[in-house]
Nanobody, 121 residues
Framework: QVQLVESGGGLVEAGGSLRLSCAASGSIFRIDAMGWYRQAPGKQRVLVALIISDGRTTYADSVKGRFTISRNNAKNTVYLQINSLKPDDTAVYYC???????????????WGQGPQVTVSS
């Protein structure tokens, strides 16, 4: 299986920056994609940014130009650089990995615990 360990959340003033990290470990054969989702209180979990194995990225419209996703394939780690934070960015941010584990032929989705990001106005 795959374990995802996140770090980097916290309380930040509006306009500030944060960097989230997520390291994947376990019986990993291949990671096809890693991404970040967020869930604000009372709302559904939504995609923030995604990076696939060839480096292509996708962003939610609300974060384009402010958030940058990157990946260190050698370390099975994904990062989310968050700049120009707004109070609306307050949410739990979940790391997600689509990976194939040893002994399997299909990919499964794995989730981290989710660090809280709180932006004060």
């Amino acid at each position: 299986q795959v374990q995802l360990v996140e770090s980097g959340g916290g309380l930040v003033e509006a306009g500030g920056s944060l960097r989230l990290s997520c390291a994947a470990s376990g019986s990993i054969f291949r990671i096809d994609a890693m991404g970040w989702y967020r869930q604000a209180p009372g709302k559904q979990r939504v995609l923030v940014a995604l990076i696939i194995s060839d480096g292509r990225t996708t962003y939610a419209d609300s974060v384009k130009g402010r958030f940058t996703i990157s990946r260190n394939n050698a370390k099975n780690t994904v990062y989310l650089q968050i700049n120009s934070l707004k109070p609306d960015d307050t949410a739990v941010y979940y790391c997600e990995a689509t990976a194939v584990v040893l002994g399997q032929v299909y990919a499964s989705t794995y989730w981290g615990q989710g660090p809280q990001v709180t932006v004060s106005s």
